[in-house]
């Protein structure tokens, strides 16, 4: 099954027009697409089934409450399969029955170890101050961050650990990457390295696939477990003003073996 990754296209500033990649079967949205959420509206009526996770930045000066049901209407409104703390099967045109699990898995801090979180979250305050967002009413704040980082792990895990179902193969589809081998290398790691990967590299042996968006750069590796790996994708486009942007390949498709 061949999949085409798009994240962090940040359509509330940038130029960009999306087209369909040949051979695709799904297109998978990774978050950040546009935190005005207008521009979802270029992949209604698209070839092939949209599936998108949130990003950090679709919740901008909104309060989380009531976002996620007005995003998940205006997704419905377009065709675009949503996917927060769910789960989705698909069957390719080959038969490969495929299991996606999608979550938004916000930062949780912990990417250094419970010692380092609270340096941590001292460094998230620039990103609080960026999103503007609120949550029953409070300061999205780090602890609030936390809070809900952590309700997304734990449904996570519980899907990654469930015996074996009806599929084949299983990609996980979260935002905030999976693991610090994820950090952009023009700033390797340091304490706001928290605020975009999480350690879930107890998790990644139970998938046969990782795509996450948030980092601006594009990853492409393999976790090697045991007799098997696990691969991880990042196709995130970022701001040209940035140069992140250069060499970018908005039609480029991971393949599920």
Same mark, same amino acid.
């Given at each position: 099954? /061949?999949?085409? =990754?798009?994240?962090?296209?940040?359509?509330?500033?940038?130029?960009?027009? *999306?087209?369909?990649?040949?051979? %695709?079967?799904?297109?998978?949205?990774?978050?950040?697409?546009?935190?005005?959420? *207008?521009?979802?509206?270029?992949?209604?009526?698209?070839?092939?089934?949209?599936?998108?996770? %949130?990003?950090?930045? &679709?919740?901008? #000066?909104?309060?989380?409450?009531?976002?996620?049901?007005? =995003?998940?209407?205006?997704?419905?409104?377009?065709? +675009?399969?949503?996917?927060?703390?769910?789960?989705? $099967?698909?069957?390719?045109?080959?038969? =490969? #029955?495929?299991?996606?699990?999608?979550?938004?898995?916000?930062?949780?801090?912990?990417?250094?170890?419970?010692?380092?979180?609270?340096?941590?979250?001292?460094?998230?305050?620039?990103? @609080?101050?960026?999103?503007?967002?609120?949550?029953?009413?409070?300061?999205?704040?780090?602890?609030? !961050?936390?809070?809900? %980082? =952590?309700?997304?792990?734990?449904?996570?895990?519980? &899907?990654?650990?469930?015996?074996?179902?009806?599929?084949?193969?299983? !990609?996980? +589809?979260?935002?905030?990457?999976?693991? +610090?081998?994820?950090?952009?290398? /023009?700033?390797?790691?340091?304490?706001?390295?928290?605020?975009?990967?999480?350690?879930?590299?107890?998790?990644?042996?139970?998938?046969?696939?990782?795509?996450?968006?948030?980092?601006?750069?594009?990853?492409?590796?393999?976790?090697?477990?045991? $007799?098997?790996?696990? #691969?991880?994708?990042?196709?995130?486009?970022?701001?040209?003003?940035?140069? &992140?942007?250069?060499?970018?390949?908005?039609?480029?498709? @991971?393949?599920?073996?």
């Amino acid at each position: 099954m /061949r999949l085409q =990754l798009l994240s962090d296209l940040h359509l509330e500033t940038e130029d960009f027009t *999306a087209q369909a990649a040949m051979g %695709a079967e799904l297109l998978v949205l990774a978050g950040d697409i546009d935190s005005s959420w *207008a521009g979802l509206s270029q992949f209604a009526n698209w070839p092939v089934p949209v599936l998108f996770v %949130a990003g950090n930045h &679709e919740f901008d #000066r909104r309060e989380l409450n009531d976002a996620w049901p007005l =995003l998940r209407q205006r997704c419905e409104s377009l065709g +675009i399969t949503l996917l927060e703390q769910q789960s989705w $099967c698909f069957t390719s045109s080959s038969g =490969l #029955r495929v299991r996606f699990l999608g979550t938004i898995r916000w930062c949780d801090f912990d990417t250094f170890g419970p010692a380092q979180r609270a340096k941590a979250q001292r460094a998230a305050g620039y990103f @609080v101050k960026v999103m503007q967002a609120t949550h029953h009413g409070q300061v999205f704040d780090p602890e609030a !961050v936390r809070a809900e %980082a =952590l309700r997304c792990k734990s449904w996570l895990t519980q &899907e990654l650990q469930q015996p074996t179902g009806d599929w084949d193969r299983t !990609v996980v +589809i979260t935002h905030y990457a999976p693991s +610090i081998k994820s950090a952009d290398p /023009r700033y390797g790691q340091q304490p706001t390295s928290a605020s975009f990967c999480n350690a879930d590299d107890d998790l990644l042996p139970l998938a046969d696939l990782w795509l996450h968006g948030h980092l601006h750069c594009r990853h492409d590796y393999r976790v090697d477990h045991n $007799c098997t790996s696990t #691969r991880v994708a990042c196709n995130a486009r970022g701001h040209a003003h940035k140069g &992140e942007t250069d060499h970018y390949d908005g039609q480029r498709v @991971v393949e599920v073996l």
